[in-house]
């Protein structure tokens, strides 16, 4: 489980088909105190770690099945982008986002960015499946980005990024048609769930 915040921006090292998507992700975290099978939220993405070093800086592998490269925007991964990295919650952590498992929905679509005083408004397209669980004020993950829904209009959403969050996350690059991980809130999801029994 994460929080939705963001602790590091790494970077893609290396990307390559091996039976599986396999991705090297360079990373200022204390790798020594990273263990293989570690999950590692990347843009939003639980993946395991099964491999790390520190030569000539620390880093950390991750294999990605088709199935999570056919849900996520992780087949737009190349060398030298950057990415939004969280460790898992551990007992006692501060929860300071929302609950997020790191199991993405499906992909949102940015189709507005602009400056709204010292912040940047953003409108996202959420596919048609997912929109009925996004609401006004509500939590959403975006890129492993734990952000509050400002308003919803049909499918299109919008949220504002401050600017702490542009600084310690990816989102000082985010430009219209840009596909970006998207989990709804859990406690949505089951509650919708439920509703199908009642």
């Known amino acids: 489980m994460f ?16 039976g599986d998507l396999r ?4 990373t200022r975290y204390d790798v020594a105190g990273i263990d293989i099978g570690a999950s590692i ?7 395991t770690v099964v491999a790390l070093g520190s030569d000539p800086e620390g880093w950390f592998d991750v294999q990605i099945s088709a199935e999570t490269v056919s849900k996520t925007n992780l087949s737009g991964w190349a060398a030298g982008k950057r990415v939004n990295l969280e460790r898992a919650l551990r007992v006692g952590d501060e929860l300071g986002g ?3 498992s ?3 929905d499906g992909l949102a679509e940015v189709v507005s960015v602009r400056t709204e005083g010292g912040s940047v408004r953003v409108v996202f397209r959420a596919p048609e499946a997912l ?5 006004p004020k509500g939590s959403v993950a975006l890129n492993g980005t734990s952000l509050t829904v400002n308003e919803v ?4 959403f919008g949220v504002n990024l401050i600017p702490h969050t542009q600084t310690v996350t990816t989102w000082d690059e985010v430009a219209v ?4 991980n998207l989990e709804i809130d859990t406690m949505v999801r089951y509650v919708a769930r439920l509703r199908e029994f009642s």
């Open 98 to 100: 929302h609950i997020v």
């Open 102 to 104: 790191g199991h993405v």
């Open 177 to 180: 048609g840009d596909r970006v």
């Open 23 to 26: 991705a090297r992700i360079a």
């Open 41 to 47: 939220a990347c843009d939003g993405v639980c993946l």
């Open 3 to 18: 929080t939705g915040i963001v602790t590091d921006i790494g970077r893609i090292a290396d990307v390559k088909l091996a």
């Open 153 to 156: 209009d049909g499918y299109n």
């Open 131 to 135: 929109a009925r669980f996004i609401a």
